[in-house]
């Protein structure tokens, strides 16, 4: 029998209030001919991955929820800024539009803690550094000349103090993200 595999992902997730900061960010973007035939992420899509797990048995779950709680009750908050809106995973083969953010060191801390508690679950992890960014569009094969725009990125400056599991789907109105813990 085989067992049931979830889509998964550790992520820091946003609060209505950043996320309604966003959405004026992405209603700035969209009337930019350049960027005519995104498609926008979903507001209640918004996150910044931490880790991507992948295809994960229940049982993995069930083993790293504990630890992932035990780690996001001592995390403290911390303040991210956004350092560019660009292409990823870059401009030659671009997947995204994104904003990019800084990696304070109690973020990358806690990427590499996340990343041994996946490890430890034989869940496989990405080895490149972490680069930490908010997926705002899906971008079509050619995007044209990527303009330059004139952004107050302070703006967008975040707060990362919830970190979660989720589970990802989809349907036929696109990508769906349920928090697990």
């Known amino acids: 029998m085989t067992q049931e595999l979830f889509r998964t992902f550790i ?13 004026q960010l992405i209603k700035t973007l969209t009337v930019n001919e350049n960027f005519k035939d995104l498609k926008w992420v979903k507001l209640d899509n918004l996150h910044l991955t931490l880790h991507f797990s992948g295809n994960i048995s229940k049982s993995q779950i069930d083993n790293i929820i504990p630890a992932l709680n035990n780690l996001t009750d001592a995390f403290q908050s911390v303040t991210l800024n956004a350092t560019a809106l660009k292409l990823f995973p870059n401009k030659n083969h671009p997947k995204t539009l994104a904003l990019e953010y800084d990696v304070p060191k109690s973020i990358q801390e806690v990427h590499e803690t996340i990343k041994q508690l996946l490890l430890r679950q034989n869940v496989p992890v990405e080895i490149r550094p972490l680069r930490l960014h908010l997926s705002l569009a899906k971008v079509q094969p050619k995007i044209g000349n990527f303009p330059e725009l004139d952004i107050d990125l302070s703006l967008y400056q975040l707060s990362a103090k919830d970190i979660h599991l989720y589970h990802s789907t989809r349907d036929e109105t696109g990508l769906i993200y349920m928090k697990i813990c």
């Open 11 to 23: 992520a820091i997730t946003l609060s209505s209030e950043e996320r309604e900061k966003i959405s």
